[in-house]
């Protein structure tokens, strides 16, 4: 029986369709070697693959399916065995290795050391240099963006360290707790001598705390306290110290006043960034840990303190009078020891806050990444 002349090319053409459609599969199996199962690097990969030139795996698939419904051939069959093994076991490898580095870098991202934003950065090197050196070379291969992250990370936990500093201050300056401090500095005097130094400390206090924009008053100490108090005013000398603590001070608590408000914002508009809850952190731990030292020096080694202090913020070395003028007599050894106690102690309650606000903004970025 005579063979038609137009059977052999079809059959060629049809053979040469399934082995161009299975080439397809195989290259986009050898491509998707680097997919990863993290959703984020997933989704990076899938934009990468929609670039590429060819049908999607999905079209290749059904490509496969519709060449075997036509011809009668098994697309698996068109490889020899030995390669057909051997592209089994690339495969298998290549998503082995995918699910490991997907895993790795999910693992980072749940325990906070990497964060999710951050992925789209890193390439394929950074990526094993992560799981194999997390610590190490890693670090060497970070851009600029990494050490740009690091430096706003350590200026905001500067900038909550002076907030929390500042507001401790204000609230030590704050007049009822000034009141308190005055009394338990003159404990055993007489009420109404308690009460004039109350009064004379309450006009300094108020003359010390004016804001550097704010008018500059003068310090009026009436003659009826200077009487139950039998002292005279404060002399020149006194007020010229009083005037250097002014405009330190009063910068001071400028500056914790912005400050406040603005690390506030920061962080409630930021609550879900790693960046935040990481100075959050470092903020707190450094605000619970220097009060600590500071306070043991303030309460064992009260005098050596107290006079570096001054000789740090007043070089000029107008801060030392006689124990019987009107400022020594009013604000003693003992009310300067407690109000540098009751500075720490705030000092370190706003280090506890810092650190609790962390865990806060650490529970919001593990929600937002979920969500995600």
Known sequence: MQKSPHKKPLFRRKQKEVQDGFD???KAAIESKAEVVNPALRAQQQAHTQEQKGPSPEKLAQM?????????YDVSKVMAPAEQSQAQKKSKEAEGAAAKLGDGLATFVDKGLLDSKD???LGDADKAHLLHDPLGSFSEKRSWPFYLKIAAMILFSVMLIVTSLGSALAFVAFQPTNAELIAFAHAGYPPEEIEARQTVAAEILRYVTILPFEPVPGIEIGQEDLDTLRQWS?????LCHLTDVRIILGRSLLLAYILLPLSAAIIWFNRDRQLVRHSLL???IACIVLPLVASAFIYFFFQPTFVLFHEI???????QFAP???LISTLPERYWQASGLLWMAVFMLNGIILTGLSRFCGKMHAWSVTND
């Open 313 to 319: 913020f007043f070089p000029q070395g107008n801060w």
């Open 119 to 121: 992925e789209s950065v």
């Open 64 to 72: 496969r399916y519709r060449y075997q419904g036509q011809t009668g």
């Open 324 to 326: 019987e003028t009107l």
């Open 234 to 238: 404060l002399g020149d000398y006194e």
């Open 282 to 284: 470092i903020a707190g």
């Open 24 to 26: 397809a599969v195989r």
